[in-house]
């Protein structure tokens, strides 16, 4: 008896220990399937963050583009295009050539208005440049002439009044051809000595189109005679000048004295 006993109990642990060992291996499975559905849970949320960032920058491309999400609408002037992944992606589209053409021809009226703005300010600038020159010319031309139709001396008396007649014109200059043998006996005659100097002048007119000028010149007047103190006055000389082929001469002459002094020599 007590051998069938001991027999029945040495079957029994050993499925006992089968069982556990059973046991053991579904429990560890159990876990194994529970790790695995783990990972592939935190790889789908990552998936879906990954997702929904993607759908974020797509829905603020849209709205920089002005198209909605999800409207299936492309871009004005972009094409669409999908990768393998079904995700679309935007590409320029090529411009109208009709309306590159007209772009380009709005740039070139609008270069061509400018230019033509510039050169009528420098063909206005340049017109006042050379109106301001030939002023200077008519004043240097005025100073000259009064100088020299105040200046001679009786010992080169030729040379004073060629210098006269060289800075007149119209019928200034002929009265001074003419009379040329009267003035020269006269101050031969006196035996004086007269020199100018120029003080201040300014042009009073000029018509550059019909070569006519006017200008007003001080001068003041030395004159030395053979004995005796030399006299000094200053005068205001009106001259009238025209232009001529060889430039600006005197084509008449005024005087308006201002006074007179006499200087010990």
């Not at 006042?128 to 009786?154: C, F, H, I, K, P």
């Not at 004995?227 to 000048?241: C, E, H, I, N, W």
Request: glycine content about 8%; proline content about 4%; some cysteine.
């Amino acid at each position: 008896m007590a051998r069938t006993t001991a027999g029945k109990a040495a079957p029994d642990a050993a499925e006992t220990e089968r069982a556990d060992a059973a046991t053991a291996a579904e429990d560890e499975a159990a876990t194994e399937a529970q790790a695995t559905a783990e990972t592939e849970t935190t790889a789908e949320t990552e998936t879906t963050a990954e997702d929904a960032a993607a759908d974020d920058e797509s829905a603020g491309a849209d709205a920089e583009t002005g198209v909605e999400a999800g409207s299936g609408e492309t871009p004005v002037g972009e094409d669409t295009a999908e990768d393998s992944g079904g995700r679309r992606w935007w590409s320029p589209r090529v411009p109208d050539p009709v309306l590159l053409v007209a772009t380009v021809l709005a740039v070139a009226a609008a270069a061509c208005a400018g230019y033509f703005a510039w050169s009528w300010y420098g063909a206005a600038h340049d017109d006042s440049l050379a109106y301001s020159r030939e002023r200077d010319t008519v004043l240097r031309a005025a100073e000259q002439g009064v100088q020299n139709m105040n200046t001679l001396d009786y010992r080169k008396v030729d040379q004073g009044l060629a210098g006269w007649e060289d800075s007149s014109t119209g019928d200034l200059h002929q009265e001074l051809v003419t009379g040329r043998a009267q003035f020269t006996a006269q101050v031969q005659l006196a035996k004086t000595t007269t020199t100018a100097k120029i003080l201040d002048g300014a042009v009073t007119e000029l018509d550059d189109r019909t070569g006519k000028a006017s200008a007003i010149v001080a001068v003041q007047i030395v004159v030395t005679p053979p004995k005796g103190t030399p006299t000094t006055k200053q005068s205001r000389m009106r001259a009238q000048l025209t232009r001529t082929p060889s430039g600006w001469k005197l084509s008449a002459l005024g005087q308006a004295p201002v006074g007179s002094t006499a200087t010990g020599g």
